[in-house]
């Protein structure tokens, strides 16, 4: 049987094409719902192919942070588990793939693969909000933060 997504390589001998593909259509639907109760227009063909080509861009890992995802567990989170568990549950599944929609408020299906703990923090903040928290949170516990460009931060310090 063909499949439609060519496995990444990252993914060859972790995951089987079966369950990366449940995991692609649960991941698209999924977001694809969320989206029309936004009112936009969504399909889920359409949300599976920008969600693929996420996870083939992501090389495996973690768009904002660079950390190894753990791709073995895509499938496996349960709701009622996590919240029996709670805390420790979810730091288990800390490195859980999931996708995150690059801008909540764009019009076209935008993603990246980020750690489930990753799009928990960044929850609807766009990129340049987020990367604003997580350099006000650094510099107040008293770490220095330089951009590659050397320009100043949102909070007015030197970088």
Known sequence: MARK???PPFLEGVVTPERYESWLGRKAAAH???DRK???AASVSLYKEAIHAAVV???GKDAY????LDWARIGTYDNDE???GRHGYKAQHALLPTIDHVDAGASEASFRVCAWRTNDAKNDLSV???LELC???LEYAGFTVVSPGGTKSSTGKDH
Do not use: D, N, P, Y
């Open 32 to 34: 694809v719902k969320r």
């Open 135 to 137: 350099q006000r949170a």
């Open 82 to 84: 996590s919240k029996a």
């Open 57 to 59: 861009l992501s090389g």
């Open 38 to 40: 936004r009112g936009r």
């Open 5 to 7: 997504h060519s496995m």
């Open 65 to 68: 942070t660079g950390e190894h």
């Open 128 to 130: 340049a909000s987020f």
